[in-house]
């Protein structure tokens, strides 16, 4: 869903390097031109031995957010027929988070998250209940920022639900239930957030500083243009602070990513990071106003 900046300060970082290291090998001795595997698959072309991975380092400024709130700007169905019972859910490279049953909203109302136990990014390892005990680690996420969050309308319920949420693994995240249990629950909306490093670096200049943005929730279930007067309509408010900076080497980052995707060399890690790059989604923004 998202890109760490982990990953790609190592693709540019251990690009540079290899490009360095190339030149300087190229001109103290010929290159073997790289020969086809007999078997016809891909043969691993090694880089250059003399490639210092280990003396590689910079400082990575960091961040986390935090909900603060969402608005039902109108609740799913007719307005005098009920009230809406919420669950929030959110998601990230790292696990998902989900709120308990929220009840009682109906148009117009305003529920508000406790920040410090509604971490959205950054959030602790282990099983997390957004609202009460999602709480961000320390040291923060490093840009770009992408998470998606989900709204569903718990319905009556006939039988017990059947989702049941995998744990989590060492250093990730997960919620004790499920959003969409699969016992007629209604998308009330969702949205994805992604925060470029320039979007970040000019809203956030300063270890500190704060930023907070609303986005509108689509209803439609499949990303497409739907409408009608009972549509559910919810924005979601959240803030990003940012973060003592980091000081990271380029070694654990390629380790860790060798690790995650099976790479055989530094290179391969490189090259899978930069293949998976993409453009930020597009979001429906809201001018912040006081609450």
């Known amino acids: 869903m998202m890109t760490s900046n982990r990953r790609f300060m190592a693709c540019c970082f251990g690009l540079a390097a290899w490009f360095s290291g190339a030149a300087g090998a190229s001109a103290q001795e010929p290159q073997p031109t790289p020969q086809p595997d ?3 698959s891909p043969a691993l072309v090694q880089p250059p031995s003399n ?3 280990d003396t590689i380092e910079w400082i990575e400024r960091r961040y986390k957010i935090e909900a603060l709130r969402f608005t039902a700007r ?3 169905g007719i307005g005098w027929w009920g009230s809406d019972e919420v669950m929030v859910g959110t998601h990230d490279a790292k696990g998902s988070t989900a709120s308990d ?3 009682g909203i109906n148009s117009g109302d305003v529920h508000h998250f406790d920040p410090v136990r509604s971490c959205v990014l950054a959030v602790r390892p282990g099983i997390v209940v957004l609202g009460k ?3 961000c680690d320390d040291a923060g996420e490093p840009a770009p920022l992408g998470f998606r969050v989900e709204f569903w309308e718990k319905d009556s319920r006939w039988s017990a639900g059947f989702c049941n949420p995998v744990p989590p693994g060492p250093g990730f995240h997960a919620g004790t239930h499920c959003t969409n249990e ?11 957030i992604d925060l470029s490093a320039q979007e970040l670096e000019a809203a956030l200049p300063n270890v500190g500083d704060q930023h907070v943005q609303t986005v509108v929730l689509s209803a439609c279930s499949t990303g497409d243009a739907c409408g009608g007067e ?7 408010t959240f803030h990003v602070m940012r973060l003592p900076d980091v000081r990271v080497g380029l070694r654990s980052v390629l380790d860790d990513a060798m690790h995650k995707i099976g790479a055989r060399s530094e290179l391969e890690a490189i090259a899978a990071g930069l293949r998976s790059l993409r453009a930020p989604s597009p979001r429906q923004i809201e001018p912040e106003t006081a609450q």
């Open 133 to 135: 005990t999602s709480v």
């Open 51 to 53: 490639i210092s991975w």
């Open 38 to 40: 007999v078997a016809g």
């Open 74 to 76: 109108h609740e799913t």
């Open 230 to 236: 009972d549509l559910s309509d919810y924005s979601f």
């Open 101 to 103: 049953e929220i009840g």
């Open 182 to 192: 699969g016992n007629g629950d209604d998308l009330i909306g969702r949205a994805s």
